[in-house]
């Protein structure tokens, strides 16, 4: 049952229990909230048979607000805005904790059209981005390849966003282990089949497209094939900048990291298996070495594929299930998780804590998929 129980607040004094907070899923998304919640002094365990394998084991890492602000989705840009802006401090906060680095760099995004049809797409939706008043600014061609000498000369145009800038998922995901267990929190590996399985006061459901099962929210896997590159000789990449837009009506993005790796990314598919196919390799290298020729020469190191937890309205699902005293939802983050990690993890930290949810999180709670919920919990 979903609706009818006692509320979060209720429940959560119930007890003694086991732990304070069980988090269900180690991904960005699960170990930032146990890291936040252990910091406070809360006993927590971390329930994953295979942490950090998930979706942000492949995700690109951009964190662009700007750029990923779309047509009809006003309330999730205003989130992703929010979060963007606790990333400075959270990463800092994050390498001290830790003690290493996450490939935190602040180096902007360009968006660029290679074709007048690719740029006439590209315009339309900076144009919008404008309109709400978001930074990103129109460039001419030779004011793209003055900043990135990298791009090809047929770039029809573009545009700068000097605030969407990216981190290392992967380097991510280790620190906020390293970090959450420094804060005492302990990891169980193994799945989670039920959630009255665990015995905490409250539940962290973190468990990105596991979610639906142990839920019954509506969170579905959109599959995204994503590749990395390598420079030759082990240099560093030839562009500085993340670089997104649409080569021949193909859209891709390219993300340099410090260590010589550019990755290229990615399909959005409507499928749940982890397959690469050759059809998408050959569209994102087409449409990357199309926009940096000079990517043909890289090696190509990985070719993958992961599933983003996505829901009916794109947005999350952050905050008390309806009905599930002491659980608490934190997925349904689709293609935008590891930019929304930090304040994921600090509201439900504050949530936990206080038993009130902030209201920023009112367009986001779980009780606008309830009815969804219930049936596929019923049927
Ligand atoms: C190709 C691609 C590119 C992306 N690029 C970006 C990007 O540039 N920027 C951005 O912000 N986002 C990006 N994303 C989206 C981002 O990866 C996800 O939104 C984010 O990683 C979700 O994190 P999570 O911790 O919720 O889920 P996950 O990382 O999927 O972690 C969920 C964890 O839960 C565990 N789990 C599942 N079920 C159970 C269970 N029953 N019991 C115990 N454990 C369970 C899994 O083992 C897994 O480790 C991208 C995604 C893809 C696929």
Same mark, same amino acid.
């Not at 797409?121 to 001419?140: F, K, N, T």
């Not at 390849?145 to 791009?151: G, I, M, Q, S, V």
């Not at 989670?192 to 539940?203: E, N």
């Given at each position: 049952? #979903? @609706?009818?129980?006692?509320?979060?607040?209720?429940?959560?004094?119930?007890?003694?229990?086991?732990?304070?907070?069980?988090?269900?899923?180690?991904?960005?998304?699960?170990?930032?909230?146990?890291?936040?919640?252990?910091?406070?002094?809360?006993?927590?365990?971390?329930?994953?048979?295979?942490?950090?394998?998930?979706?942000?084991?492949?995700?690109?890492?951009?964190?662009?607000?700007? /750029?990923? /602000?779309?047509?009809?989705?006003?309330?999730?840009?205003?989130?992703? =805005?929010?979060?963007? /802006?606790?990333?400075? =401090?959270?990463?800092?906060?994050?390498?001290?904790?830790?003690? @290493?680095?996450?490939?935190?760099?602040?180096?902007?995004?360009?968006?660029?059209?290679?074709?007048?049809?690719? #740029?006439?797409?590209?315009?339309?939706?900076?144009?919008?981005?404008?309109?709400?008043?978001?930074?990103?600014?129109?460039?001419?061609?030779?004011?793209?390849?003055?900043?990135?000498?990298?791009?090809?000369?047929?770039?029809?145009?573009?545009?700068?966003?000097?605030?969407?800038?990216? %981190?290392?998922?992967?380097?991510?995901?280790?620190?906020?282990?390293?970090?959450?267990?420094?804060?005492?929190?302990?990891?169980?590996?193994?799945?989670?089949?039920?959630?009255?399985? #665990?015995?905490?006061?409250?539940? %962290?459901?973190?468990?990105?497209?596991?979610?639906?099962?142990?839920?019954?929210?509506?969170?579905?896997?959109?599959?995204?094939?994503?590749? !990395?590159?390598?420079?030759?000789?082990?240099?560093?990449?030839?562009?500085?900048?993340?670089? !997104?837009?649409?080569?021949?009506?193909?859209? %891709?993005?390219?993300?340099?990291?410090?260590?010589?790796?550019?990755?290229?990314?990615?399909?959005?598919?409507?499928?749940?298996?982890?397959?690469?196919?050759?059809?998408?390799?050959?569209?994102?290298?087409?449409? =990357?070495?199309?926009?940096?020729?000079?990517?043909?020469?890289?090696?190509?190191?990985?070719?993958?594929?992961?599933?983003?937890?996505?829901?009916?309205?794109?947005?999350?699902?952050?905050?008390?299930?309806?009905?599930?005293?002491?659980?608490?939802?934190?997925?349904?983050?689709?293609?935008?998780?590891?930019?929304?990690?930090?304040?994921?993890?600090?509201?439900?930290?504050?949530?936990?804590? @206080?038993?009130?949810?902030?209201?920023?999180?009112?367009?986001?709670?779980?009780?606008?998929?309830?009815?969804?919920?219930?049936?596929?919990?019923?049927?």
């Amino acid at each position: 049952m #979903l @609706t009818g129980g006692p509320s979060y607040t209720e429940s959560v004094n119930r007890g003694p229990f086991l732990t304070d907070v069980a988090v269900v899923g180690g991904g960005a998304v699960g170990w930032a909230v146990a890291w936040r919640c252990a910091a406070r002094g809360l006993r927590v365990t971390v329930h994953d048979p295979a942490p950090g394998s998930g979706a942000s084991h492949v995700a690109a890492g951009m964190l662009a607000p700007v /750029a990923e /602000a779309y047509f009809g989705e006003r309330e999730l840009t205003g989130l992703l =805005a929010a979060s963007a /802006a606790r990333w400075p =401090a959270f990463a800092a906060e994050l390498a001290e904790a830790a003690g @290493t680095g996450i490939g935190y760099r602040t180096d902007g995004t360009l968006v660029v059209g290679l074709t007048g049809d690719d #740029l006439a797409e590209a315009r339309r939706l900076w144009s919008y981005q404008r309109e709400l008043g978001l930074p990103i600014d129109p460039l001419r061609p030779s004011e793209l390849r003055e900043r990135e000498p990298a791009l090809t000369p047929r770039v029809r145009g573009g545009a700068v966003a000097p605030g969407d800038h990216q %981190v290392d998922p992967r380097r991510l995901v280790a620190a906020l282990r390293t970090a959450a267990e420094r804060a005492g929190a302990t990891l169980v590996a193994r799945p989670v089949a039920r959630l009255s399985d #665990l015995d905490a006061r409250v539940t %962290v459901v973190a468990a990105g497209c596991g979610a639906a099962a142990l839920t019954g929210l509506p969170v579905r896997p959109v599959k995204g094939q994503i590749l !990395r590159l390598r420079a030759p000789g082990g240099g560093p990449p030839g562009l500085r900048h993340v670089i !997104r837009g649409y080569a021949d009506g193909e859209p %891709v993005y390219l993300v340099p990291r410090d260590g010589g790796e550019v990755v290229v990314g990615a399909t959005v598919e409507e499928r749940a298996d982890t397959e690469v196919t050759a059809g998408a390799v050959l569209r994102l290298l087409r449409a =990357a070495v199309d926009l940096v020729p000079e990517l043909a020469e890289y090696d190509l190191v990985e070719a993958t594929a992961g599933l983003r937890p996505g829901t009916p309205d794109n947005a999350p699902v952050i905050g008390p299930l309806p009905g599930r005293p002491g659980v608490v939802a934190a997925t349904g983050h689709h293609r935008h998780g590891i930019v929304l990690t930090p304040i994921t993890a600090d509201l439900v930290a504050d949530l936990v804590v @206080t038993g009130e949810a902030d209201p920023l999180l009112a367009p986001f709670t779980p009780a606008r998929f309830a009815a969804t919920a219930r049936a596929a919990h019923c049927g």
